[in-house]
Structure formats: C-alpha cells, structure tokens
C-alpha cells in the first residue's frame, strides 16, 4: 500500500493537469463533437440549446449559477448530440475535471467574474449558428473560437494575477 501526497495528483482520482492543459483538451474534443452534432443534431436539441444561450445572456447577478450551469449543459448537449458515446464521454470528463480540480476551478471562476453576459453569450450563438445551418465545419471552427478566446482570457487572468503576487512580495 502506498500513501501518495495529495499535491502529487491534485484531486481524487484525476490527474494534476493545468487550466492550460484541460482547455487545450477540451479545444480538442468539443470541437470535433460539435463538427459531429452538426451532421444530425435534432430540431430538439437545437431549441434546448438556444434556451441555454439565452439563460447565459442574462447579465442578472443572481442568475450567475443559472448561466454558468447553463454553459455547462450546453456544452454537454453537444456532446450528446455527436451521436459518438466515447466522445461524449471524454466531454462529461473533461468537465468533472474543471468543477472538480481546484486550481481549474479558481481560473474558470475569475474569468467568469470579469467577463459579461454578451461575451459569453456571443461565442456560444455563433456555434449554434453554424449546428443550425448543420455546418460540420462552420460548427467546428465557432467551438475552435470560443476554446481560443477562453485560452486568451486565460492568458489574461494569469498575467494579472502574477503581476498582483509580485507587487504583494515586493511591498512585504
């Protein structure tokens, strides 16, 4: 028997991996499940999705969780919709993981306090745009946009907090 120190693999059972690393991931896979959605997503799915996108456009401060569950879901949706169990699968994983690994979570969690509803909204009605039009590749570039924006937001949060933490130390 082995006691590992719980630093070592972050979180219960998942591996220790960045925000970095699972959005690049996720950039991956939901991309391609959405290039596969757009080949059979129903008219069902396609009218629960925009019910999402509208809960997330909601700029209301109460209804935070509401939109960040309702990304969630539509992501997931997608997922559903590309008719392929293991990618849908790696999907429901891939975001365990980032509710799940604290150091994600805190990332995710500062970028959602900076950005607005039209923000996250606006990326979310492109990819729906293009599942609409059942563009495979239309569907899979709008999910490549939005994964590339949230890797730059990334990029951006992580600067400002390096920049903070250093500005702490130099005045302590």
Partial sequence: VYVLDPGE????GWPNISAFELTEARLMFESEAA??????????TLEFLETLVETMSNDDPELGESALNADREFHLAIA??????AVQYIVESLWKIRNE??????VHTAICAVEDASERCSEHEEV?????????????QAMQDHFRSL??????????????????????
């Fill in 80 to 85: 559903a919709a590309s008719g392929n169990r």
């Fill in 35 to 44: 290039a596969l959605a757009a080949r059979q997503i129903s008219d069902e």
């Fill in 128 to 140: 729906l745009r293009a599942l609409r039009q059942r563009n495979p590749a239309a569907a899979r």
């Fill in 101 to 106: 690994l604290p150091e994600v979570r805190e």
């Fill in 151 to 172: 890797l730059e937001s990334m990029i951006d949060i992580t600067e400002e907090k390096a920049l903070e933490e250093l500005r702490r130390k130099s005045t302590e």
């Fill in 9 to 12: 693999n972050g979180a219960p």
